[in-house]
Nanobody, 123 residues
Framework: QVHLVESGGGSVQGGGSLRLSCAVS????????MGWFRQPPGKEREGVAA???????SYVDSVKGRFTISQDNAENTLYLQMNSLEPEDTAMYYC?????????????????WGQGTQVTVSS
């Protein structure tokens, strides 16, 4: 059974940094895509970043240059380093997994989801 457990969220002032982690278990595929999504209050969930089993990464324009997605295969952990945080980054952040190479960072592509971790950025 696949489990994704996020951690690392919290409250931070604008300009600050946070690192989110996603512990992954029960997910063993040679080709896969891991992603981070977020859902701001009152808005739809959106894709933030993704990383494939080949290490290829992609980002939504609003976080390019500020966020970095990475993975530690030995620790079965996905990370999202978030720098220069802005109030607009306030959201519930979710990690997600798909057992195939990255095609699109959209909800329907990912079949496995964590419960989320809250990030709040104050101005």
């Amino acid at each position: 059974q696949v489990h994704l457990v996020e951690s690392g969220g919290g409250s931070v002032q604008g300009g600050g940094s946070l690192r989110l982690s996603c512990a992954v278990s029960g997910f063993a595929y040679s080709s896969y895509c891991m992603g981070w999504f977020r859902q701001p209050p009152g808005k739809e969930r959106e894709g933030v970043a993704a990383i494939g089993s080949d290490g290829t990464t992609s980002y939504v324009d609003s976080v390019k240059g500020r966020f970095t997605i990475s993975q530690d295969n030995a620790e079965n952990t996905l990370y999202l380093q978030m720098n220069s945080l802005e109030p607009e980054d306030t959201a519930m952040y979710y990690c997600a997994a798909a057992p195939e190479k990255c095609i699109a960072v959209v909800e329907d592509f990912f079949g496995y989801w964590g419960q989320g971790t809250q990030v709040t950025v104050s101005s």
